[in-house]
């Protein structure tokens, strides 16, 4: 690793928003990356792929260990030090609470929410040593407004925006930034959104991977505290506050109620 190197991690680096974001962070002088997520080759293809020096670690983050298994590969590969954290893992399933539980709910937040906290509790030494330094949280729409049949996927997400804010607060003071980005319909390779593109309607709700990575460099180097994507997004959070029983009626029925969740990365590319 050179002396000025900066190091930035990318979880569920695989496919999706993790690669657009390993790619635009690979353009900035003196970046060393290290991609996180379970598929090898695809890590790999990608890492001989990029303009900067890139480590890779094909990783399940929510196995007994895992967050030890990702300092020691920054330890051994980039001297301890990391400057960037983006925390992009995630997977969405849809069903009802009543069709499928506490079990749902529970595969939600491990994935979700706990794996984010286990990996962030571990490597917060490192951020704090090579401070000033940041953390992105790659939250979702839905972590402010929640659909039928996406209770645990939303609850997940609730959980991880409000952990988000605290989290900013109590490490202003040791020069690590914390932020968060909030997509909401990403084409995806696990979400192609083609009923959606075809629509003029809905097709503007629908962006891509490389406007998500955008507004993660401008939330994690940029020093910005949120940023959502498509940015019309925030006028539905906005909406919750000011008219909740709108709100609910327009998610209760109609289009609404049929969309397939889209976040960050679903299930079978986010790790």
């Given amino acids: 690793m050179s002396a000025q190197a900066r190091v930035a991690l990318v979880t569920g680096a695989s496919t999706g928003i993790g690669e657009a974001t390993a790619i635009r962070l690979s353009r900035e002088p003196g970046t060393e990356l290290v991609l996180v997520a379970r598929r090898e080759q695809l890590l790999r293809e990608l890492a001989d792929s990029l303009p900067c020096r890139a480590t890779y670690l094909p990783l399940d983050l929510t196995g007994d260990g895992a967050p030890q298994r990702v300092r020691a590969h920054l330890e051994a590969e980039h001297g301890g030090r990391l ?107 696990g979400f192609p959104a083609a009923e959606l593109r075809e629509k003029a309607l809905t097709r503007w709700i629908v962006s891509k991977p490389a406007k998500v990575a955008d507004a993660i460099y401008e939330v994690g180097p940029g020093g910005k505290a949120e940023r959502y994507v498509p940015r019309p997004y925030a006028l539905a959070a906005i909406a919750r506050i000011l008219a909740p029983r709108l709100v609910r009626r327009v998610l209760s029925g109609g289009a609404a109620a049929t969309l397939t969740t889209s976040t960050a990365a679903d299930a079978d590319t986010a790790l």
């Fill in 83 to 189: 400057d960037l954290l983006v925390n992009n893992a995630g997977g969405a399933w849809r069903g009802s609470f009543a069709a499928t539980g506490h079990a749902h709910v529970k595969r939600h937040m491990e994935l979700n929410f706990d794996a984010v906290v286990r990996l962030t509790e571990e490597l917060l030494p490192l951020l704090r040593a090579s401070a000033p330094s940041a953390i992105v949280n790659v939250a979702s729409t839905a972590g402010r407004v929640s659909r039928a049949g996406s209770g645990a996927y939303s609850a997940s997400k609730f959980a991880l925006i409000g952990w988000t804010d605290s989290l900013y607060a109590e490490e202003l003071s040791h020069g690590v930034h914390v932020g968060m980005v909030m997509p909401g319909f990403i084409e995806t390779p």
